[in-house]
Nanobody, 116 residues
Framework: QVQLVESGGGLVQPGGSLRLSCAAS????????MAWYRQNPGKQRELVAI???????RYGDSVKGRFTISRDNDKDTVYLQMNSLKPEDTAVYYC??????????WGQGTQVTVSS
């Protein structure tokens, strides 16, 4: 079992920045990929960014060049640095971990609101 706890969401003006964190606990050694997804009411959850244990990354098209995902394997924490935020980035952001035994785990979500 893996538990994920997100932090760092909030209200920011367009063009501003936020940094999300997600700390993993439990069977941390079993984690392969860690990722951030986001979701708005009535819409599908979409991939924002994903990073594997070797720190290879992949981003959703809408955030390329603005968001950066990083990972501290010693702390089992993944970060999402979000710059040049736009109103359309407003969503609940979820942390996700995929494990070696094909398990998938989600955090509780953190709200990001981009508004003037």
């Amino acid at each position: 079992q893996v538990q994920l706890v997100e932090s760092g969401g909030g209200l920011v003006q367009p063009g501003g920045s936020l940094r999300l964190s997600c700390a993993a606990s439990g069977s941390r050694s079993s984690i392969l990929d860690m990722a951030w997804y986001r979701q708005n009411p009535g819409k599908q959850r979409e991939l924002v960014a994903i990073i594997n244990r070797f720190t290879t990354t992949r981003y959703g098209d809408s955030v390329k060049g603005r968001f950066t995902i990083s990972r501290d394997n010693d702390k089992d924490t993944v970060y999402l640095q979000m710059n040049s935020l736009k109103p359309e980035d407003t969503a609940v952001y979820y942390c996700n971990a995929a494990t070696i035994d094909s398990g998938t785990y989600w955090g509780q979500g953190t709200q990001v609101t981009v508004s003037s």
